[in-house]
C-alpha cells in the first residue's frame, strides 16, 4: 500500500471548517483513501473513505484531486469534540482487496480545535 | 450491540509474567488484528487473523502470540512480558477475510504496565 504524508499537527477555529491534507503520490490506481480519527486515547474511529470521486458523510467531505495523488478531509464546522488525531491511509479494497494487514497507521495530523 | 470488547482495560506486570489479552467481536467479522501504540508512533501491527483458525504475523509480533479458533474471539498472548511491551493495546475487526472491504472497528484499547 502506497505510504501517506500529513502534517504533523493542526490548529481550527471552533465553528469553522477544518481543511486536514494527505498526500499519497504513489497511490495505485485500486487503492482507495481512507480517514480515521483518535479521540484522546480511545479506539480510532472510521470517518470516510473514497476512491476517486469527491465523498460526504454526517461526519466529514473527502476532496480527492484528479491526479489522485492528495486529498483533503473537511470538517464543515469543527468543535471542541473533534479535537483528536486524524489518519490517513490508503488501500486497496473490493474482492481483490488486500486487506489491512498490509496497511501502516502513521502519527496522523493533531487537530487542535481552539474555542 | 457492543462492538468489539477488550478486556482488561488495564494491567500492571511484572518483567517475565504471562497473560492474555481479550478480544470479542459481536459482529460476525472475519478479519480481526492486535495494534500496539507508543508514544509519538502510529499504530503498529502485531497479528492479524483472516478467519477461524488462520492468522499471521504483522509488523512486530516477536513476544506475542495468537490463536483464533472461533470467528468471536482473538486473544493475544504475551508469554514473558519485557517492559519494552509496555503499551496501548487494540484490536480491531472488519467483515471480509483476505479482501475485505470496510472499515476497521476497533476496541477501547487495553493499557499495559510492565515493570
Known amino acids: 500500500d502506497a505510504k501517506t504524508t500529513q502534517p504533523p499537527s493542526m490548529d481550527c477555529a471552533e465553528g469553522r471548517a477544518a481543511n486536514l491534507p494527505c498526500n499519497h503520490s504513489t497511490i495505485s490506481g485500486n487503492e482507495y483513501v481512507y480517514w480515521y480519527r483518535q479521540i484522546h486515547s480511545q479506539g480510532p474511529q472510521y470517518i470516510i473513505h473514497?476512491?476517486?470521486n469527491n465523498e460526504t458523510n454526517e461526519m466529514a467531505s473527502l476532496i480527492i484531486t484528479e491526479d489522485r495523488k492528495s486529498s483533503t478531509l473537511i470538517l464543515p464546522h469543527a468543535t471542541l469534540r473533534d479535537t483528536a488525531v486524524y489518519y490517513c491511509?490508503?488501500?486497496?479494497?473490493?474482492?481483490?482487496?488486500?486487506?489491512?494487514?498490509?496497511?501502516?497507521f502513521g502519527i496522523g495530523t493533531k487537530l487542535q480545535v481552539i474555542p | 450491540n457492543a462492538g468489539v470488547t477488550q478486556t482488561p482495560k488495564f494491567q500492571v506486570l511484572k518483567t517475565g509474567q504471562s497473560m492474555t489479552l481479550q478480544c470479542a467481536q459481536d459482529?460476525?467479522?472475519?478479519?480481526m488484528s492486535w495494534y500496539r501504540q507508543d508514544p509519538g508512533m502510529g499504530l503498529r501491527l502485531i497479528h492479524y487473523s483472516v478467519g477461524a483458525g488462520i492468522t499471521d504475523q504483522g509488523e512486530v509480533p516477536n513476544g506475542y502470540n495468537v490463536s483464533r479458533s472461533t470467528t468471536e474471539d482473538f486473544p493475544l498472548r504475551l508469554l514473558s512480558a519485557a517492559p519494552s511491551q509496555t503499551s496501548v493495546y487494540f484490536c480491531?475487526?472488519?467483515?471480509?477475510?483476505?479482501?475485505?472491504?470496510?472499515?476497521?472497528?476497533f476496541g477501547e484499547g487495553s493499557r499495559l504496565t510492565v515493570l
Open positions: 459482529m460476525n467479522h472475519e478479519y
Open positions: 480491531a475487526s472488519s467483515r471480509g477475510g483476505f479482501a475485505n472491504t470496510g472499515e476497521l472497528f
Open positions: 473514497g476512491l476517486k
Open positions: 491511509i490508503v488501500r486497496v479494497a473490493g474482492p481483490l482487496g488486500g486487506g489491512y494487514q498490509k496497511v501502516t
